[in-house]
């Protein structure tokens, strides 16, 4: 997630605007606080609202896992594992290596 200042909206509005474009969440911030956190309109955001499509974003950047995506979303583990699948994002993403290792380790 990538940050900017107030005084960023000035000097880096393009940057920022297409932070917003590619999809990906932005903090801004005032006086090294946050201030307030963009959510791309897309279609989890039309469809859901912002909390279930903050929730999709912050999973999608790894943030957050699932678990606590679901209750960022207000809704069961059950519930938004269908909506991560149909944004596109996947509930389990294990490097390679990691899930080999738990592959061998249960033969």
Do not use: N, W
Not at 67 to 91: H, N, T
């Amino acid at each position: 997630m990538e940050t900017f200042t107030v005084r960023d909206l000035r000097e880096r509005t393009g940057e920022l605007v297409r932070t917003c474009e590619s999809g990906e969440l932005a903090m801004l911030t005032k006086h090294g606080r946050p201030l307030c956190l963009t959510v791309p309109v897309d279609d989890t955001l039309m469809r859901h609202g912002v909390d279930i499509a903050l929730a999709v974003q912050l999973v999608r950047a790894g943030t957050i896992a699932p678990g606590l995506g679901a209750r960022v979303a207000r809704l069961s583990l059950e519930d938004f594992l269908p909506i991560l699948a149909a944004a596109g994002v996947p509930a389990i993403d294990y490097p390679p290596e990691e899930l080999e290792q738990e592959l061998s380790a249960l033969d």
